[in-house]
């Protein structure tokens, strides 16, 4: 396999460990991505990574883990939509713009309380675009404790919830809690918002959450076989992201690697693309 992949690559225990934490959080937010894209709360999910934006970069400021700070940052977020209103789109629009601009600003005024701090040199790029190679084991821990944790309420709430984001009134009219599943969901997309801050940095967090269940729902049909499809397009970028930017290093004179989020998106929109293509050929033979 050496001339896939350069010698050494598994052999470091700080790839390993990347690849452990990507892999997990990739298949949580697959999980959670589908019901993100089928809900229509893409933009959401994007307002949440801001507002795990400024919780990573206060944590920095204060001094604490950027997981924890990614993490909680995005459940106040989530809370502040929940308690500005998101029983309708509109409203849910509103929530999320108005909790958007406010992350916003923080997250400018943290990072400039990050920049006058000379000791902080690196922690702007590694909160806005990860570093998967600088995770620790400790860390690695805590993020397959929460994505468990995800997975086992995902379960729990997985069928009404599909239920009632097929159709709110149906499901209301059948005894369902939809604005309480509401609420429930998007504390747990903010949770995988801000694990998957970890891998692929804040800015870009969204890519994981979205991108490959989109690719996938423009594959599968059945609800089991795309959330199987959504988890091995997000496994596969992130395994042959870590590859690609590891190999890179060799590639130039200067020896500057690639950032793994850089190559974890590009893969990630290209799984999109493809499913695309795909999908429109498929379509235009069977129109035929």
């Not at 997990?24 to 999980?31: G, H, P, Q």
């Not at 507002?51 to 940052?73: E, M, R, T, W």
């Not at 903010?190 to 969204?206: E, Y």
Request: glycine content about 10%; aromatic content about 8%; some cysteine.
């Amino acid at each position: 396999m050496h001339w896939l992949v350069e010698p050494g690559l598994w052999s470091n225990a700080a790839v390993r460990t990347g690849v452990g934490v990507g892999a997990v959080v990739a298949i949580v937010s697959a999980m959670v991505g589908l019901f993100t894209v089928i809900r229509g709360q893409s933009f959401a999910g994007h307002a949440l990574a801001d507002v795990a934006l400024s919780g990573g970069a206060g944590s920095n400021v204060l001094g604490f883990s950027p997981l924890a700070g990614f993490v909680v940052g995005a459940l106040v977020g989530a809370g502040a939509m929940e308690a500005v209103g998101v029983e309708r789109v509109r409203q849910r629009d509103v929530a999320t713009g108005v909790v958007l601009g406010a992350a916003t600003g923080l997250s400018a005024l943290f990072l400039y309380l990050i920049t006058l701090n000379s000791s902080s040199t690196g922690s702007t790029q590694l909160i806005l675009f990860g570093s998967l190679f600088s995770v620790s084991a400790p860390t690695f821990l805590v993020v397959l404790a929460l994505s468990v944790l995800v997975c086992l309420a995902l379960a729990v709430i997985g069928r009404p919830l599909l239920f009632a984001s097929l159709s709110s009134d149906a499901a209301a009219a059948r005894g369902v809690a939809v604005t309480r599943l509401a609420l429930c969901y998007t504390l747990l997309m903010a949770v995988t918002v801000g694990l998957s801050a970890i891998v692929i940095g804040a800015v870009l967090s969204t890519a994981l959450l979205i991108g490959p269940p989109a690719a996938a729902l423009r594959l599968g049909r059945r609800m089991s076989m795309t959330l199987v499809v959504a988890a091995t397009f997000g496994v596969a970028a992130v395994l042959v992201g870590v590859v690609v930017s590891y190999d890179s290093y060799y590639w130039w004179p200067s020896h500057r690697a690639l950032p793994v989020s850089f190559c974890v998106v590009a893969l990630v929109v290209a799984e999109f693309l493809v499913a695309s293509l795909v999908r429109r050929l498929t379509t235009r033979k069977s129109s035929a």
